[in-house]
């Protein structure tokens, strides 16, 4: 067989591949659509065991897994879809879905959270999704702060479909190499530098200004200068980077429609030429959650004033 020969059936063999696993997954979504769960995998396993990667499939596989009432093995398969193709937006959210009928509502509120820093049309539906995670956890806390039974409701999440048609995602872009330089994103919010705080041996209150401006800027969901109270060495919890804890405070600062902040009882626990530690009550309160917690601020001195380091909730 010449070389032309081989070129040719080789791609004649790869568009009919394309073309029957096009149509084996088209069969198989009908197929969901119509109740027929278990011949939809049996078609979806058939297309993964030539194309194990496939987006399409593992996103069809999950449905059809979670439509058989297999949760542990339909949350594996959103996981390893969002794992390999982190801007898969539909995965997160039908993840949060399933998390929700399991009642893991935090887990649910963490996925929803990951998924609204990607961008992409369902982003309405994750949003009000997240939405109806956080009442739920707001009524669980209310109950359980007054100690009293709270009413139980069948709250359920949107789930989205998969548009066959749509054309794919790109694939997330990969760390740079050493020595290069990453573009930031455009998403990232540019720090508002706050007012310079004269810097003395032993001044409270001019650590307890820049406390109140801090709640104060939080309250405004003035991300900029709310973020420019923070030490250019502060460690969130939970893992994330300060790129990635970032995002997350200018979604949680632009998506409510109001927040209140009051600081109660606040007080210098200590103090020294270089830190500072602060407590004080904090009462939260927004148009979709509200709670009460005592809270720690360890704040450092730097040339431009006091600056929070840590951050905790005692």
């Not at 806390?141 to 790109?170: H, I, M, W």
């Not at 009882?265 to 009462?283: D, G, P, T």
């Amino acid at each position: 067989m010449t070389m032309k020969l081989r070129v040719a059936t080789g791609a004649l063999l790869w568009f009919l591949f394309a073309g029957l696993s096009a149509g084996t997954l088209d069969d198989a979504q009908s197929l969901l659509q119509t109740g027929q769960a278990e011949r939809a995998l049996t078609l979806i396993d058939e297309h993964l065991q030539a194309a194990p990667d496939d987006d399409d499939g593992l996103f069809l596989r999950a449905r059809a897994l979670t439509a058989l009432g297999r949760p542990g093995a339909a949350e594996r398969a959103y996981r390893q879809l969002i794992e390999q193709q982190p801007q898969r937006v539909e995965a997160y959210n039908n993840l949060a879905a399933l998390l929700m009928e399991q009642e893991q509502l935090t887990q649910a509120s963490q996925v929803l959270e990951q998924a609204l820093t990607g961008i992409d049309p369902a982003y309405a539906t994750v949003y009000r999704n997240l939405q109806t995670v956080n009442v739920e956890i707001a009524r669980a806390s209310y109950g359980k702060a007054l100690r009293v039974d709270v009413p139980e409701q069948r709250v359920t999440l949107a789930t989205l479909e998969l548009d066959l048609d749509e054309p794919p995602r790109p694939a997330a872009s990969a760390p740079p190499e050493k020595g290069e330089t990453q573009q930031q994103p455009a998403d990232v919010v540019e720090t508002t530098p706050s007012p310079t705080i004269p810097l003395q041996e032993s001044e409270p209150a001019a650590i307890e200004q820049t406390v109140r401006d801090w709640a104060r800027a939080w309250a405004a969901q003035d991300v900029g200068r709310y973020l420019s109270f923070y030490a250019g060495d502060f460690r969130p919890d939970d893992g994330l980077t300060r790129q990635g804890w970032e995002q997350q405070r200018q979604v949680r600062l632009k998506r409510p429609e109001w927040i209140r902040v009051e600081l109660e009882k606040l007080q210098i626990a200590e103090q020294s030429a270089q830190q500072a530690v602060v407590e004080f009550i904090q009462k939260y309160r927004s148009d979709t959650y509200g709670d009460v917690t005592h809270k720690q601020l360890i704040l450092s001195r730097e040339n431009n004033g006091w600056r929070i380091s840590r951050e905790n909730t005692l």
